[in-house]
C-alpha cells in the first residue's frame, strides 16, 4: 500500500508572517464592503462605503452607503448621492437618494416584475429619495437576481445643506460581489454524470468543462485587467466543488493556471472540511499575483483577453509536512511519516511537531493524544509527551484496513482541543494508494463564512 500526500502551502512569495483577515478581505473583491477614499468635496476629504450582503437569501435585504468626513471622523451632513447601479455592463438603476445624516439606508426586495420601481419619499429640489421612519426606501424589481459584480457608479451632489448644489464633483465607483453557486453536470470518462459546483467569491464563473482524459476542468471569469480596476481588486477568490468519492478527480494535490500562466503553489488548496461529502478546490489570487500574471501576459506578442480562463488539473507532486490548526488555532501541527510509501507489515512513523498558533514555535512538554480511526472504529489510541515538542508515534496498516481514514490529535497539551488529517485508503488502484485530504492545509481554516478565515503567509 503506498501513501501519495501533497499539501499546498499557502504562502505568499516567500513571506513568514500570520495575518488574520475577516471573510471580506480573504473571500473576494469587494465582497461584503467597499470603500472609497479621499473624495474631494468642496475641499472636504471623503470616504463612502457602501456595504451589501454576500448572499440575498431572505425576501428583502439592506444595502448602506455611508459618507464620513476624514478630518472628524463623523458622518457628513445633508448629503445627496447621485447612485448608478450596473451589472454584466447593463444599468439597472441611476437615482438621487438623500441621506440627512450621512448613511443612506436602502431596502432591496427582488421580484419579478418587469421594472424598477422605487418606494418612498422625494425631495422637491433634485427628486432625490430620502428615507423617513415612517417611509424606508425600498427597491423592487429585476435586480441583484444573478451573481456576480455589481458596479455602483456614486457622485456626491449636495454637502452640509441640501441647497448646496456640487457641479462635476467627480464620479467613484465601488465593485461589490453576490455569490452564488453554481453546478454543472460533466461526464467522467465511463461518461457518468458528475456535479460538480462552482462559487466565485468575485464575478460569475462560465463555459465550465471538465476533461477526463486531461483530469483536468477548465472555465472563464470576466476580469479587467486595467490599472484602475486592479488597483483596488484584493483578492481573487474561486472554489471548484466535486465528489469527495469521484475518485477519477481525486489528487494528492492540483496546479492552476490563469490564461495559461502555472499559479504559485500558495494559490491553490485542498479543502476537505467545509462539506462533508464535497472535495473543495480553492483558487486564491492577492493583488501582487495578479500583477504578476498581467506582466507574464505582457510579454506574450498576443493581447490582454478581458478574462481569466482557469485550468485546474491533477498533480502528484509531493511536500511535507502537512499542517493544521486546531480551530481556535491556539496551536498547530506538523505531520509526515517515513518510509515514504507504506507497504502492508511494515512499520510507518508517523512523525509530528506541535507549534504555537501564532508564532510557529515549537512547544516543549506538550502531552497529546494520538488516535487512528477507520470506518468510525479506532484502530489505535496512545497517550504521550513531546519534550521538546516533536515526536514520533508507530503503527502498521494491514491489507484489509481501506477506507476513510483519519489520525487525529486529541486533549492538545490538556487544553482539550484538537486537530485532524483525513484521507482515504484507495483499494481500486492495484496498489493501494492512500489520498491525503488535508482538513487544514498550511494554517488556512476555511469555515463558515459567518466566520474569519486564518491565512498563514
Not at 507504506?342 to 501564532?358: A, C, M, S
Amino acid at each position: 500500500m503506498k501513501i501519495m500526500s501533497s499539501v499546498v502551502k499557502f504562502g505568499v512569495f516567500a513571506m513568514v508572517v500570520c495575518l488574520l483577515f475577516p471573510a471580506s478581505s480573504v473571500y473576494g473583491h469587494g465582497l461584503g464592503i467597499e470603500t472609497i477614499s479621499s473624495i474631494d468635496v468642496q475641499g472636504k476629504s471623503l470616504t463612502v462605503t457602501v456595504e451589501m450582503p454576500m448572499y440575498f437569501e431572505n425576501e428583502s435585504e439592506q444595502l448602506t452607503i455611508t459618507a464620513t468626513e476624514d478630518k472628524t471622523g463623523e458622518t457628513a451632513k445633508n448629503v445627496t448621492f447621485l447612485i448608478g447601479l450596473f451589472h454584466n455592463g447593463e444599468m439597472i438603476f441611476r437615482n438621487y437618494f438623500f441621506a440627512e445624516d450621512g448613511i443612506l439606508p436602502i431596502n432591496v426586495k427582488p421580484t419579478q416584475e418587469e421594472k424598477i420601481t422605487i418606494h418612498g419619499e422625494q425631495d422637491s429640489l433634485l427628486g432625490a429619495w430620502h428615507p423617513t421612519e415612517s417611509n424606508p426606501i425600498e427597491i423592487t424589481g429585476p435586480l441583484f437576481d444573478s451573481g456576480g459584480l455589481y458596479n455602483f457608479e456614486i457622485e456626491v451632489r449636495t454637502i452640509d445643506e441640501p441647497t448646496n448644489i456640487i457641479e462635476n464633483s467627480g464620479v467613484y465607483n465601488a465593485d461589490l460581489t453576490l455569490v452564488e453557486s453554481v453546478s454543472f453536470i460533466q461526464k467522467d470518462s465511463k461518461n457518468n454524470d458528475i456535479e460538480f459546483k462552482s462559487k466565485s467569491y468575485f464575478d460569475a464563473v462560465s463555459n465550465f468543462e471538465y476533461d477526463s482524459e486531461a483530469k483536468q476542468i477548465t472555465f472563464d471569469m470576466p476580469f479587467d485587467w486595467s490599472e484602475k480596476q486592479m488597483s483596488h481588486v484584493n483578492v481573487v477568490h474561486v472554489e471548484s466543488h466535486f465528489p469527495k468519492d469521484f475518485v477519477e478527480f481525486l489528487s494528492p494535490s492540483y496546479s492552476g493556471y490563469v490564461n495559461g500562466i502555472e499559479l504559485f503553489k500558495s494559490s491553490v488548496s485542498v479543502d476537505d472540511y467545509t462539506e462533508e461529502d464535497e472535495r473543495i478546490v480553492h483558487m486564491v489570487l492577492l493583488q501582487d499575483h495578479l500583477r504578476f500574471l498581467k506582466n507574464e501576459m505582457k510579454k506574450s506578442e498576443e493581447p490582454i483577453p478581458d478574462k481569466m480562463n482557469f485550468i485546474l488539473s491533477t498533480s502528484e507532486n509531493i511536500a511535507f509536512p502537512l499542517e493544521a490548526y486546531t480551530k481556535s488555532e491556539d496551536f498547530k501541527v506538523n505531520l509526515s511519516w517515513d518510509p515514504l510509501e507504506i507497504e502492508p507489515d511494515v512499520d510507518t512513523n508517523f512523525i509530528f511537531t506541535i507549534r504555537d498558533g501564532r508564532t510557529n514555535e515549537p512547544l516543549r512538554s506538550s502531552d497529546y493524544t494520538f488516535v487512528i480511526i477507520q470506518n468510525g472504529n479506532e484502530l489505535y489510541r496512545t497517550t504521550g509527551l513531546a519534550q521538546v515538542g516533536g515526536d514520533f508515534e508507530k503503527f502498521t496498516f494491514s491489507e484489509d484496513q481501506t477506507g476513510p481514514t483519519i489520525i487525529k490529535f486529541e486533549n492538545i497539551r490538556n487544553t482539550g482541543q484538537e486537530t485532524e488529517f483525513g484521507f482515504v485508503v484507495v483499494p481500486e488502484f492495484g496498489s493501494v494508494a492512500l489520498f491525503i485530504l488535508v482538513i487544514s492545509i498550511v494554517g488556512v481554516i476555511f469555515v463558515t463564512r459567518k466566520n474569519s478565515i486564518r491565512l498563514s503567509i
